[in-house]
């Protein structure tokens, strides 16, 4: 078993530098950002961009990822990938310095730990306990890599030169205008000796005044002279300086530096479930397969819940399924009571399951979806009636000519922006279209007739207290619609039902 | 190096907790009379002075060493303010010349603390001379100590020592400092070294050692270069900066302290001072465990009222050794409110090493001391007067110990006698059981009739008298306060 990438066994998916275009209507870009934002160096996106076409990959990537949940396993990939961002920093620096022994310098302190971190990170997966393909076959592309001669002869190199280097010791003695350099001749620390002399006042805290002399990376020119003096002063271990540098121009190895970036992936998504993961909220490995009967438990809003972690406020969660033939779930009720929030999760769960990464929820099967199309109405576009009706219907007539039977349909509030009998005609015409593509569809709407229109519509309601109709549940639950029973409620409240008014107004 | 003047073997502590009724006693006692003497115009003297008067130490023999420095200082007077004038002297030297670290440049700190070093060597060395002068002839363990101290530490090779440093510390000629590479062949470990030999010039020296040196000469016009070197030479004297800003910091601590020290012996000498041009008369108290019941004086007089009306006051002399109680009756204007002040004013003072108010006095520790005065109608009117007193007892009643003193001045009495005797006598009488010691000035003749016809020794009864000597005599409780007389006196 040769290693070939962490993100799949066998043929490297091309990278999609694009987003998805329903990325903003599934709220998936909020998503998506987080998640890579926080390791923008390792630019994420791409592979957020990619969703699997096989199952095959999803297992191993599931896989993977398992191991990556793992602690201890997490921890030294972390450590890892720590010393991996600081030899890309240390060798980016000769580009932005000056003067020869700096840049042989920090070249010599990339190498040096880069040579930590992948002897470090073999020797770790030695110790862990791995089940996932992908780590088992990196782990033996480390051992045979540290062991091989290129690596060792490097690490060896690099740590003499070091040594010798460390070992180094001048002086500097600075006067008005000018400095001279030479070497250390055993003259006695100083601070020491005046510290001393004054201990017998020492009582109690006083300020601190030792300045923290910034260290940060660079050379100015005295400097760089006085580096020249020493190596004069210090002529071999600079030769051998010079030697290791000529000698190991290119010493990354292209697979490490591909795991390092590709691993992220897994830890960057987890990270995200981790600061999520609160209240009882849960995330599972779902069944990914090309069978349209979905179902979901306790699944929720991957994005509502993450904007929401540190609010009082409980996550609602919802189930939602497929039976049989049941292709369309249309969801009905009052407003603000979570619909398209729903239609989100539907969506979110079906394609984070299609990056082989956990979803929302205590289990799951979900469908191989070869695309997925969405047109989420935004009510604040009314002014233009006619032209956005036809461009409501331009957009869906192209959706249909590009859809499948495998694609993956979520509509929210179509035609609301037309009169109720012209989106009752053009709502069912559009749902016969998808019911003959035999797609998995989600439908929000206002329209009470639709969630009958078939029997492979499933019927879906937004809920409300039943005590306090004005509060809304945020549950979506399975029943047929009923709109009239809500107004009911209402009216009940407003004490105005037919029997209330009769009892109110006195003849 | 410790002051140790304020006790034997720690620091006087300027944030030690005051007791929670410290208002009631400044108030009750009139303590700000006595503070203001002992600080003529100097909050610092006014706030140390106050802090030590509230802060009862709790053990004899702590008293005993205080008292034993005071008596010192009451001796030689001359030599305590001139010792005192030492960390006023740097006090003032820091603002006239700017002394002081106000810098985050090691070589600012540095230069800073070296100036304010100078200073403070010509400080010590004059302490230095007056220890020697007077280590033998102040007696107390406390002053011994402090200058044989001195005297050990500020030697002569002492201030030679401390004086080469800082001559060093100039870096006349330049600053010798130790560098090793780190990483990316940048300088680390910057630390500043000694030159191997001092006594020839090394400068020189370095030259003509057979070890190449190499040199370099800034262009003139390279102050991009002037700041580098500028730079290096901060990291190289970090440490050492550090070492002698904190050096500078603690010296100016000692001085801060001796100041914090004296303080309190400098009030006492300024009261005494003044006490003494009344002809007030002050003495050392006895003072006795908190265990025991002692409580006797001659002459005692109420110091506030001596310093408000700048004469000398009438003082009194009583035995009330063995008592738990002393219930005060008799004649309005007669004196028991002086009296009771007095008490309390002389059992602070002698509890924080003072001098007391009077010819002699003996008293033993209390834990804490209380008071509980009649007090103005409260305005907001939330609550009635009696329920106030009430709320105030309750309040130290939540913090008394036994072994305490309380003070009740006319206390209880916002309501009828019979009622407000009732309440007082049940306060009483459990307050004595908890073995605390009661001081009681009341015109309820039904409280302090019980009290008599119950007493079995343990208390004693003192009576203003009618004729406004201002005197007490012990007798037993009279019916009458002589309110009559008074009234007689202004109306008639």
């Known amino acids: ?507 | 190096m410790n002051v140790f003047l304020m006790y034997r073997a720690k620091d006087f502590d300027m944030k030690q907790p005051l007791p929670s009724n410290q208002y009631e006693l400044i108030q009750d006692l009139e303590l700000d009379t006595l503070l203001n003497v002992m600080a003529r115009d100097d909050k610092y003297l006014f706030d140390t002075a106050r802090q030590v008067l509230l802060s009862s130490l709790q053990d004899v023999d702590e008293i005993r060493y205080r008292q034993d420095v005071l008596k010192d200082c009451l001796n030689f007077p001359s030599v305590i303010r001139e010792i005192y004038n030492i960390p006023i002297e740097s006090i003032t030297s820091k603002h006239r010349h700017w002394l002081g670290i106000f810098t985050r440049y090691p070589s600012g700190i540095l230069s800073g603390a070296i100036e304010m070093l100078d200073m403070f060597v010509e400080l010590l060395k004059k302490l230095k001379r007056i220890a020697d002068e007077n280590i033998a002839q102040f007696e107390s363990e406390g002053f011994k100590r402090f200058f044989a101290m001195i005297q050990r530490e500020l030697t002569d090779e002492y201030f030679l020592e401390v004086e080469t440093h800082l001559k060093r510390l100039r870096f006349k000629r330049g600053t010798l400092i130790s560098v090793e590479l780190g990483m990316g062949n940048e300088g680390t470990n910057y630390l500043l070294r000694k030159p191997n030999h001092e006594d020839l010039n090394w400068f020189q020296r370095a030259f003509t050692k057979t070890s190449p040196v190499y040199s370099f000469t800034l262009h003139p016009r390279d102050d991009h270069g002037a700041r580098a070197l500028g730079e290096l030479r901060d990291k190289g004297i970090r440490l050492v900066a550090n070492a002698l800003g904190q050096s500078a910091d603690h010296i100016d601590n000692f001085l801060n302290t001796l100041r914090q020290e004296l303080a309190f012996y400098i009030g006492c000498l300024n009261l005494q001072e003044e006490l003494e041009k009344y002809g007030e008369p002050v003495c050392i108290p006895d003072v006795f465990p908190a265990n025991e019941r002692k409580h006797s004086f001659v002459g005692l007089y109420d110091i506030s009222l001596a310093l408000t009306m700048k004469r000398k006051v009438i003082g009194n002399v009583i035995n009330a050794d063995e008592k738990d109680l002393v219930v005060i009756t008799g004649a309005n204007q007669g004196g028991k409110s002086t009296f009771l002040r007095s008490i309390g004013v002389a059992q602070l003072m002698t509890q924080c090493g003072m001098f007391a108010p009077a010819k002699s006095f003996s008293a033993n520790i209390a834990r804490g001391v209380f008071t509980h005065y009649k007090r103005e109608e409260d305005s907001t009117m939330q609550s009635g007067k009696f329920d106030e007193e009430l709320s105030r007892m309750s309040e130290i009643v939540d913090t008394i110990t036994p072994d305490s003193l309380i003070l009740f001045n006319e206390s209880f009495a916002a309501t009828n006698e019979r009622e407000g005797s009732g309440i007082a006598s049940q306060i009483v009488r459990a307050l004595l059981e908890k073995r605390i010691k009661v001081f009681y000035v009341t015109h309820l003749y039904q409280l302090a009739r019980g009290f008599y016809e119950k007493n079995e020794g343990a208390a004693i009864f003192l009576r203003a008298e009618r004729q406004r000597s201002f005197k007490l005599v012990e007798g037993e409780p009279l019916q009458t306060s002589f309110g009559a007389d008074l009234y007689e006196k202004i109306f008639r």
């Open chain 1, 1 to 507: 078993m040769t290693f070939h990438s962490i993100l799949s066994e066998k043929n490297i998916q091309k990278e999609t530098a694009e987003q998805p275009v329903f990325f903003t209507d599934l709220n998936l870009d909020q998503v998506i950002n987080e998640i890579a934002g926080r390791r923008k160096d390792y630019n994420l996106s791409p592979f957020f961009y990619t969703p699997l076409r096989d199952a095959e990959t999803i297992d191993y990537r599931h896989e993977v990822m398992r191991d990556m949940e793992n602690k201890t396993l997490a921890a030294h990939i972390n450590a890892f990938s720590e010393k991996m961002i600081l030899v890309r920093r240390y060798l980016a620096m000769p580009e932005k310095l000056t003067f020869i022994y700096h840049k042989k310098g920090w070249f010599l302190e990339a190498a040096l730990i880069y040579c930590e971190a992948v002897a470090e990170l073999s020797r770790n997966l030695e110790s862990v306990d791995l089940k996932s393909r992908g780590f088992l076959s990196l782990r033996e592309y480390a051992t045979h890599y540290t062991q091989s001669r290129k690596f060792t002869a490097l690490q060896a190199e690099a740590q003499k030169v070091k040594a010798d280097l460390s070992a180094v010791r001048y002086c500097v003695i600075l006067v008005d205008g000018g400095f001279k350099v030479k070497r250390y001749e055993d003259e006695a620390e100083y601070s020491a000796e005046v510290e001393k002399t004054f201990e017998k006042f020492k009582q109690g805290a006083v300020h601190d005044y030792l300045v923290n002399v910034n260290q940060g990376t660079g050379m100015n020119h005295i400097e760089a002279k006085i580096l020249e003096f020493v190596a004069l002063l210090y002529p071999e271990p600079f030769a051998a300086l010079d030697k290791f540098c000529n000698g190991h121009e290119n010493f990354l190895d292209e697979t490490i530096r591909a795991f390092d970036r590709e691993i992220q992936f897994y830890a960057a998504y987890l990270e995200h479930v981790a600061a999520i993961k609160h209240d009882g909220l849960a995330f599972c490995y779902p069944q990914v397969s090309d069978s349209k009967n979905v179902y979901a438990r306790e699944t929720f809003d991957i994005a509502l819940a993450f904007n929401l972690r540190y609010e009082k406020i409980p996550i609602v969660t919802n189930d939602f399924e497929l039976r049989d033939s049941e292709r369309i779930i249309v969801v009905t009720g009052p407003n603000q009571g979570g619909k398209t929030t729903f239609a989100r999760t539907f969506g979110q769960a079906h394609y984070l399951a299609s990056l082989g990464c956990p979803v929302p929820g205590k289990e799951a099967r979900l469908f191989l979806f070869d695309e997925i199309f969405t047109h989420f109405e935004k009510s604040e576009d009314i002014h233009n009636l006619r032209g956005k009706l036809e461009d409501d219907l331009a957009r869906i007539y192209d959706i249909f000519g590009r859809a499948t039977t495998r694609s993956m349909l979520i509509f929210n509030e179509v035609f609301s922006s037309t009169t109720i009998q012209d989106a009752i005609f053009l709502s069912e015409e559009i749902m016969q279209r998808a019911l003959d593509l035999d797609l998995p569809c989600v439908w929000v709407t206002f329209i009470d007739e639709l969630a009958s229109f078939s029997e492979k519509t499933v019927s879906m309601v937004s809920t409300v207290q039943p005590d306090n109709p004005a509060m809304r549940t945020f549950k979506i639950i399975r029943k047929p619609a009923d709109g009239l029973a809500y107004a009911l409620s209402i009216a009940e409240k407003r004490r105005l039902t037919y029997a209330q008014i009769k009892e109110r107004i006195q003849s």
